[in-house]
Every structure is written in structure tokens, then in C-alpha cells.
């Protein structure tokens, strides 16, 4: 079941585009602006709406991580904005000049590609914010753009109906006609799945256009077999343009909205109408699935944007706890670490994880190196937030598996402490927790009661020593 909960109603003109985060719902506009709301309550940041762009808005991104924003205009230009504070950070003008139609970050957020109405594409470098390679397409418009999970390559759809796929070298591998009137929108699953008879892991894509069709396609993308395209079935149930699609984080559902003024999420196993929704009053033109909470964002002509919840179990809901208590790690499978990294607010890696056969076992291997080399993880915020959210499984493994020494656990929080400092009372706690206890103005000991002589706080290195060769001993 879909119920809506939510309409936003503060463009003044065509909601374009919307887009979600962990925290955020991005939409954006003819009106030339973009709004941010939160969450938690539907709510607009203090910073919006963004004003920047001198004509329309035809689409809005957020990076991976969530911490920055896309829109691209008219105007020709793709601005980057800091989703925390709505900064501007970066114009960045399409070497054309052309009116910029879509903008899509990598999924490691190493590039943003912008795609304009000329058929120009531009791959941009998110670290320095500078052109990094561009292209063109053969004919037509640029309007649609898709990373694979892994962001070995990205898709292309254009108004004359072809789909492109490119590597992130901006080579072109393979070109499709694929829609006789016109490419509208394209998105790739997040979920590879498996051919079954080649052990092959095959990416679902959708495609809509103008023909009032909805077609899903598998591509296969190997070095030693270059990229292979194939045609899987047409979804039907509009009768009009279908102007967008946008696949659910597990890849079971796919959501349409049409020029039929209908919001379509269908089955993508089996092809079927799962719901149909119909409360825009104009076209709709934007859908998008949350990646973290079973939410569904629609926009439409008629100026609104609806924010429907399900009430069936979504993947990122897991049972992570439960799984958690009721299964060693190292018996989790690939599924199972999927809905741990969604729980640990790292969903976007869940399809890198997939393609490399994360298993429980797998994961309590990763290392740093291991992440740069063979995941391919550049940032390294990103990298230092997966290995830290490992490193806290571990030690809960250990606190589950092992009764650890009680010299070991600060005595404020009973946990095994990280960095041991000695009060004046002669005891060691977790420097942080001893800290707060100290920003409270209590001026007692948390083991006497007695009062402290000094606020001082000495790092105790032999206890940090002796817990550190404790840990490594458990982990062999």
C-alpha cells in the first residue's frame, strides 16, 4: 500500500526535477530556484530556496555522501551548492554555452556529468571542480543520464532516441536506437543481478520516451568482453509520453510518471502494475525513491511535489539488529551486509559491495588498502567512514564473543576504551567521557564521589598499549 503524506507547494511554476539524500528531499524548478527540505518533517532548510541560476532549473543531484548538491539551467551552466549550508561553490559553464538538461554524480562522487541540449557532455572532476572530459553525442538533445553502481561507465539518452554508454574516459562503447520519438529519462538499479547460466552480473537499466513506452534492458560489462546491451521487455500502462523512471534501492520496483498525468510503480521481476497513483492535475515529470526510507517523491506541471510513503518492508529497513544478535558476522551473507550498510547510513556502496561478493567473512577483511585497490574507493572520507563503521563491528563482536578485562572499559561507560586518560583521582577513563563529565562542572570522581584536585587529564599510552595488543590477540 501508498499513502501519500506530504505536497509541497511552494514553486510558483513546473516542478522539474527532485532528489533525494539521506536527510533531504532536493526539487527544483522553472521558477529558477531550488528548495531543500528535510526528512524528518517536510520542512525547508533555513537556506532555501537556492537562487543562482538566471532561467529555468531542469535538474537537481546529490552527491553520495549527501554533502553536495547539482542543479543545472537554461542558463548553461551546472552550479554546485554545500548541501549543509547552501553555499554556492561552483559554476560551472558548459564549454557550449548550451542550455545544460540533466547532471548526475559518479557514485564515488569522483565525477559530475552534465548533458546539454546541443548534445555536449561534459564530465566534470568533483575534487578541483574543473572540466575533466567531454563529448557529444551523435544527434539530438542530451535529456537522460545513469552511473552504473560501480561508475565504470554512465548512460546517455537523447531526444532523438538513442542510448549511449561511455566509460569514465568519456570513450563511447556502445550506441542504441532505443525509442523512435525521443529518449526522456534512463536509470540504472543499484542491484546487479546474475544471468544464472554464465555467473555473469548483468545491471538492470529502464528507459522511457516519448513513445509512451517503458523498456528495461541488462548490460554486461566486462574488459574482456567490452559492454553487451540487451533488451529485456517493455513495462506498458501509460498512454501518453512517459517523462520519467527512477528504480527503488533494491531494484524490484521501478516508478513512471507520464504526460498521462499517472505515477506507475511496477514489478520489475515480473512486469506487473503494482499501484497507480493519479493525484497530480498536469504531467507528471519527476519521480525519485529514497535511498534509506520507503518514500517516493513525484513532481508535476501543475507546481507540486507529492511524498508518498509504503507500507510494504523496504530493503534498507533490514533487520540489521536482529541479524546482528542472531547471526555471527562471519556467517552474514552478501544481503545481509547490504542491510548493515544501509543501516549504518552507507547504502550507497551496497551495489559495489554486491558486484565484489561482500560476504559477512569478506567484510571483516577489508582494509584500507583493499578498499583503494580493489573496490576502487577514492575519497578517502569515504573510505575512513567504512573502515571506521567495521572497526565498531569489530569491537562489538568482540564485546558480544569475549568478556573483556574490566580495566579495559572506562568506568563512566562501561565500554572498552579508545583513549585512556588518567584523572587526578588516579583512575583512567575514556577521555571523552571523562570530559563530559567534567563540562557537566562536576568537580567529584566518578569511582569516590570525592571531590578532584585538578581538571587535568593525562593521556595514559600503557593502558592504550596493553588494550591494543588485547584486541589484535582476538583477532586471529
Excluded at 532528489?19 to 528548495?35: V, Y
Excluded at 539530438?140 to 531526444?159: E, I, K, M, R
Aim: aromatic share 8%.
Amino acid at each position: 500500500m501508498v499513502t501519500l503524506v506530504h505536497t509541497l507547494m511552494d514553486h510558483s511554476d513546473d516542478v522539474n526535477c527532485c532528489a533525494f539524500s539521506s536527510s533531504c528531499l532536493a526539487t527544483c524548478s522553472l521558477d529558477k530556484t531550488i528548495r531543500v527540505y528535510s526528512l524528518k518533517n517536510f520542512t525547508e532548510l533555513p537556506y532555501s530556496p537556492l537562487k543562482g541560476h538566471t532561467y529555468a532549473v531542469h535538474c537537481c543531484c546529490f552527491s553520495p555522501s549527501g554533502h553536495l548538491l547539482a542543479s543545472c539551467s537554461t542558463d548553461g551552466t551546472t552550479v554546485v551548492w554545500d548541501a549543509r549550508d547552501g553555499r554556492m561553490l561552483a559554476v560551472l559553464e558548459q564549454p557550449s554555452s548550451s542550455p545544460v538538461r540533466v547532471c548526475r554524480f559518479s557514485p564515488e562522487s569522483t565525477y559530475l556529468v552534465s548533458g546539454a541540449a546541443d548534445g555536449s557532455v561534459v564530465l566534470w572532476n568533483v575534487q578541483s571542480l574543473k572540466l575533466y572530459r567531454s563529448g557529444n553525442v551523435k544527434d539530438g538533445s542530451l535529456v537522460a543520464c545513469a552511473f552504473s553502481p560501480n561508475g565504470n561507465f554512465f548512460v546517455t539518452g537523447s531526444s532523438c532516441g538513442d542510448l549511449t554508454i561511455w566509460d569514465d574516459k568519456m570513450r563511447c562503447l556502445y550506441n542504441e536506437k532505443a525509442h523512435d520519438l525521443g529518449v526522456t529519462c534512463c536509470d540504472i538499479s543499484s542491484q546487479p543481478i546474475s544471468d544464472g547460466e554464465h555467473g555473469f552480473r548483468y545491471f538492470q537499466m529502464a528507459s522511457c520516451g516519448q513513445d509512451n513506452q517503458i523498456k528495461l534492458w541488462l548490460i554486461l560489462f566486462a574488459d574482456f568482453l567490452g559492454v553487451e546491451l540487451k533488451y529485456k521487455c517493455t513495462l506498458n500502462g501509460h498512454s501518453a509520453p512517459v517523462l520519467a523512471c527512477a528504480f527503488s534501492y533494491d531494484g524490484q520496483m521501478l516508478v513512471s510518471g507520464s504526460v498521462d498525468k499517472c505515477v506507475i510503480i511496477h514489478e520489475t521481476s515480473t512486469g506487473n502494475m503494482l499501484h497507480t497513483l493519479s493525484q497530480h492535475t498536469r504531467y507528471v515529470t519527476t519521480c525519485a525513491f529514497a535511498p534509506h526510507s520507503p518514500l517516493l517523491a513525484t513532481g508535476s506541471m501543475d507546481k507540486t511535489v507529492n511524498v508518498w510513503q509504503f507500507d510494504l518492508k523496504q530493503p534498507c529497513a533490514g533487520n540489521t539488529v536482529e541479524n546482528e544478535s542472531k547471526l555471527a558476522v562471519k556467517d552474514w551473507s552478501e544481503d545481509d551486509v547490504s542491510a548493515w550498510l544501509c543501516a549504518q547510513d552507507l547504502a550507497d556502496f551496497v551495489g559495489l559491495f554486491k558486484m565484489n561478493n561482500i560476504d559477512g567473512k569478506e567484510l571483516l577483511k577489508l582494509t584500507k588498502e583493499s578498499l583503494t585497490s580493489e573496490l576502487k574507493i577514492e575519497s578517502l572520507g569515504l573510505r575512513s567512514k567504512v573502515l571506521q563503521k567495521i572497526e565498531e563491528l569489530r569491537m562489538k563482536m568482540i564485546s558480544v564473543s569475549v568478556t573483556i578485562p574490566d580495566e579495559f572499559l572506562c568506568p563512566i561507560t562501561r565500554e572498552l576504551m579508545k583513549e585512556p586518560v588518567i584523572a587526578a583521582d588516579g583512575y583512567s577513563y575514556e577521555k571523552e567521557a571523562m570530559e563530559s563529565w567534567l563540562s557537566n562542572k562536576r568537580r567529584s570522581s566518578p569511582m569516590t564521589n570525592l571531590p578532584l584536585q585538578s581538571r587535568l587529564l593525562t593521556p595514559n599510552r600503557t593502558l592504550k598499549m596493553a588494550i591494543s595488543r588485547w584486541l589484535e590477540s582476538q583477532q586471529k
